[in-house]
Every structure is written in structure tokens, then in C-alpha cells.
Nanobody
Framework: QVQLVESGGGLVQPGGSLTLSCAAS????????MDWYRQAPGKQRELVAT???????YYAISVKGRFTVSRDNAKNTVYLQMNSLKPEDTAVYYC????????WGQGTQVTVSS
């Protein structure tokens, strides 16, 4: 099992930026594919971005060109840099990894509003 702790959420104006962090426990972080999901009120949880252990990335169409996922294996941490934020990006953001089972962090709230 992998324990995941997100941080960095908050309130930001449209067009602003935020960087989320997710710290993982254990010594297996470097082999994990790390995912960022989000869930807006009344909507299903959706995959936002993925970074594989070889650095390959995937982005949902809705965030491509605005969000950047990266990882620091020395710090057991994955990041989500979010630029040009829109009100529709408002959601609870979760990091996740599959290791025997799907592991989730507790989530961090991102609110984009003027």
C-alpha cells in the first residue's frame, strides 16, 4: 500500500496559477505511475494527468497546454503545475497510484473564482 498526501490547493482568480504536490510513502515511488484526478461537485471523478515511471505523460484534453505534471523521485513527490486556471477547473484534486490496489490521497480543494 502507498500513502499519498496532497498539498497546495487554494483559492485563485481566473487566469491564475497553482502548483499541487503529492508526497508518497515508501521506497517504491520511482516505479509507480502517478495520476492526478479531480472531482467537481455533482460530477464523476476524472483523470487529469498521468506521469509514468519513465517520465512519459498524459493529459486530459480539457487541461492540455495549461497543466504540467512532473515528478521528483528523490523526494517521492509528484507535482501538478496548473496555469491559466478557469472556473471549470474548480474541484477537489486527488493524486493516485496503483500498487496492488488503487491508492488515493485525501484530496486538496482548488477553487477558481473572482
Amino acid at each position: 500500500q502507498v500513502q499519498l498526501v496532497e498539498s497546495g490547493g487554494g483559492l485563485v482568480q481566473p487566469g491564475g496559477s497553482l502548483t499541487l504536490s503529492c508526497a508518497a510513502s515508501g521506497s517504491i515511488f520511482s516505479i509507480l505511475t502517478m495520476d492526478w484526478y479531480r472531482q467537481a461537485p455533482g460530477k464523476q471523478r476524472e483523470l487529469v494527468a498521468t506521469i509514468k515511471n519513465n517520465g512519459a505523460t498524459y493529459y486530459a484534453i480539457s487541461v492540455k497546454g495549461r497543466f504540467t505534471v512532473s515528478r521528483d523521485n528523490a523526494k517521492n513527490t509528484v507535482y501538478l503545475q496548473m496555469n491559466s486556471l478557469k472556473p471549470e477547473d474548480t474541484a477537489v484534486y486527488y493524486c493516485s497510484a496503483y500498487y496492488g490496489s488503487r491508492n488515493w490521497g485525501q484530496g486538496t480543494q482548488v477553487t477558481v473564482s473572482s
